[in-house]
């Protein structure tokens, strides 16, 4: 719990110092950066939408990151674009 009171004041702090639009938002300016090992992901693309496909954990992965593309839909409803995994029935 004290790493996150931590995080949040830290952020709260850079955003007072630098900004809220220079700081862009990411897994580089959190503090479990350096504890989570590096994993290889794969760029692919489904619908013209790029996608980054990896077989470990999304913590240090571009967005948007998945795990799989096994029944993965993408629906846009009103400008949004939503990735659904369906359920097989």
């Known amino acids: 719990m ?5 995080y949040i004041i830290t952020l709260i702090v850079t955003l007072a110092t630098l900004g809220y639009r220079s ?3 990411n897994f580089l300016h959190s ?3 350096y504890w989570v090992k590096e994993q290889q992901s794969e760029k692919i693309e489904i619908d ?8 470990g ?9 998945i795990r799989g593309t096994h029944n993965l839909r993408i629906k ?3 400008n949004y674009v939503f990735f659904v995994k369906e359920n097989e029935k």
């Open 2 to 6: 004290e790493i996150f009171l931590i």
């Open 23 to 25: 700081i862009t938002f």
């Open 31 to 33: 503090p479990f950066y």
């Open 48 to 55: 013209v939408y790029g996608l980054n496909l990896t077989k």
């Open 57 to 65: 954990a999304c913590w240090n992965i571009e967005l948007t990151c």
């Open 76 to 78: 846009v409803r009103n």
